[in-house]
């Protein structure tokens, strides 16, 4: 596709419930991000991916967080037992390559609201 | 350790005037990159400028430019002739190596910029 696509763009759980959280990058883009970015904040990096190897998971804020991108192209972050607090939108991004001066491409986030 | 800093939550422009967003920035590394991204309220986010930790001139893009001073640890991100449009939230992030080999990209608290008609 022509961009980063997202899906759903709106979800909204129930506590407790888990939630799947879709990401197509950009085709060819080696490396993807997922990010939380809660309202009037700047992202907040989670967790990244290149190629297929996820290589820094240092943001996951906790176990019930748990990303994957087992072809190296499309990508899902799962999180189980949603809590109140986990209501964000969540930020998937693409770059080219994995060197200091490739940008990142956005997609337009999915907005989860935890009731 | 907050490593991207922006200090202002809010700022005003004129339309037509020029406007000046800060960033401070904190790393040990030597390499490294600094971007700047716009997110209107629609809220997707816009890449509109890249910075290298090596790169001795100042990175422009159309109306926009990056006064970089790297021994300050700065990365101000400049926008000429302010227009209506440019009204959205501006945030300064910085890539750099991480332990694993990986790359990480980090961004700022934003800056919400209001441009007056």
């Known amino acids: 596709g022509a961009g980063v696509s997202q899906s759903p763009r709106y979800k909204v759980a129930k506590r407790g419930q888990d939630v799947a959280l879709r990401c197509d990058p950009i085709?060819?883009?080696?490396?993807l991000f997922w990010y939380q970015q809660a309202l009037g904040q700047g992202p907040e990096f989670l967790t990244y991916f290149q190629n297929e190897a996820q290589l820094d998971k240092s943001g996951l804020p906790s176990d019930r967080f748990f990303a994957e991108r087992p072809e190296g192209s499309v990508s899902t972050l799962k999180i189980q037992r949603t809590q109140q607090e986990d209501s964000a939108v969540y930020l998937c991004?693409?770059?080219?390559?994995?060197?200091?001066?490739?940008?990142?491409?956005f997609g337009n986030g999915t907005r989860l609201t935890v009731t | 350790a907050q490593k991207i800093t922006q200090t202002q939550p809010g700022m005003f422009v004129q339309e037509k005037e020029a406007v000046t967003l800060d960033c401070t920035y904190d790393t040990s590394d030597p390499s490294y990159g600094l971007f700047w991204y716009k997110q209107p309220s629609s809220g997707e986010m816009i890449f509109l400028i890249y910075?290298?930790?090596?790169?001795?001139q100042n990175a422009t893009e159309g109306r926009y430019s990056l006064n970089f001073q790297k021994a300050r640890k700065s990365a101000n991100l400049v926008i000429s002739a302010s227009q209506l449009g440019d009204s959205a939230m501006y945030f300064c992030a910085m890539r750099e190596v991480t332990g694993t080999g990986g790359f990480k990209t980090i961004f700022g608290a934003g800056t919400r910029l209001f441009v007056k008609a």
């Open positions: 991004a693409s770059s080219l390559q994995g060197g200091y001066n490739s940008p990142l491409h």
């Open positions: 085709s060819g883009h080696v490396s």
């Open positions: 910075q290298g930790s090596y790169d001795q």
